[in-house]
């Protein structure tokens, strides 16, 4: 059973920049997709960025190409997305996910994640 715990959510001004955080326990593939996601209040969750791995993949939603980072440090089994530039419309709980063990490309659709942490709230103001 994969476990995720986010952290480094919070309130920044448009134009600012934070750090999210996810760390991973449980896993026992060595290569797997794990992702960002995010869910405003009354919308859809979507998919913000999601990366395999030990591996290079990555693949990020439109809104957020150019400004979103997803990293991962492998040996340590956490997960980051530097979010710069950040608008008003970034406002939302952000999730860490993984998927069950799998080869090839990750998808960027939530539906496609087994695993789930509790979520963190960021929160841009104008």
């Known amino acids: 059973q994969v476990q995720l715990v986010e952290s480094g959510g919070g309130s920044v001004q448009a134009g600012g920049s934070l750090r999210l955080s996810c760390a991973a326990s449980?896993?026992?593939?060595?290569?797997?997709?794990m992702g960002w996601f995010r869910q405003a209040p009354g919308k859809e969750r979507e998919g913000v960025a999601v990366?395999?791995?030990?591996?290079?993949?990555?693949r990020y939603g439109d809104s957020v190409k150019g400004r979103f980072t997803i990293s991962q440090e492998y040996a340590k089994n956490t997960l980051y997305l530097q979010m710069n530039s950040l608008k008003p419309e970034d406002t939302a709980i952000y999730f860490c996910?993984?998927?069950?063990?799998?080869?090839?490309?990750?998808?960027?659709?939530?539906?496609?994640?087994?695993?789930w942490g509790q979520g963190t709230q960021v929160t841009v103001s104008s």
């Open positions: 990366i395999r791995t030990g591996g290079y993949f990555t």
């Open positions: 996910a993984a998927a069950t063990p799998s080869i090839g490309s990750c998808s960027i659709d939530p539906n496609w994640y087994a695993y």
């Open positions: 449980g896993a026992t593939a060595s290569s797997y997709c």
